[in-house]
């Protein structure tokens, strides 16, 4: 009889909140073996000291710590050359799953033919479905049509169509092939991971999960939504204490898949524009971010 396979569950902390020891505690319950292993990012809140006092015993679990913090990405892809499953789980810090959730992604994932990628239907604690679950490639006509609000007028025009898949329960509940898929969860055969060289260490956090689904996609593999499985994200973990931070690295990630992946990006003048219109974007919600950061800090 052959030995059921080992997923290695990949988490990035950075100060990542008490929610981190939940959200360990529940990976290492899984039904199927896992091992965790666990990225952090110089974290001083205390989070990762927590693990490692409640799970540091615990075999399957590993800490590495990497002296600062390299970004997303990089944290990841310096544990993954370290981990041992033939499966790849890189899961939020505040995502929950439950007992059954890695036994049922893996079903799914054998079920699909060269599988690249394998997101789920990420929900906020109150239940409602994270417009992010399921999307399309971030083209600049599509994050005008989001922006502007035209995309909800997209089932009557589809050239109108946005960047987040319709919140629609026939969509958010259905299993299928996206272009791309949140980035709180996603499960990869390890060796789809290392065919394109895991992560794109020029961006530091967000958009580097946009990234590895359209180059996944480019070389072939199929990136997939389940969306009859269900993950409770309890977001921003990491993030609430430097929204600024987070605001600026956001926009930095968006102008490199543009120039990256975006046709529009090779025509001068309109490339111009969008780094214009990025940065006056960022630039204008710089006075609600600090008013955040200095109402949290009371």
Known sequence: MTAPSLTSIVVVAADSGAGLVDAARRALASSVPVELIISDNASSDGSVAAVEAQFGADPRVRIVHNGKNLGFGAGVNRV?????????LILNPDCLLDTDTVERLLAQAAAVPRLGLLGARIRHPDGSDEAASRRRD????????TLSG???FAADRPA???VNEPLDEAVRGADGPAEAVSGALMLLPRAAFDAVGGFDEGYFL?????DLCRRLRDAGYAVHYAGSIAVVHGKGGSSRHRPVFVAWHKHRGMWRWFRRFDPAAHRPLLS???WLGLWARFAASLPLLLWRKRRRAR
């Open 80 to 88: 993954a050359a370290q981990a041992r499953g033939d499966h790849l």
């Open 138 to 145: 971030p083209t600049l006509r599509r994050s005008l049509m």
């Open 150 to 152: 035209l995309a909800r």
């Open 160 to 162: 109108w169509q946005g």
């Open 206 to 210: 967000h958009c580097e999960d946009l």
């Open 272 to 274: 111009g524009l969008v």
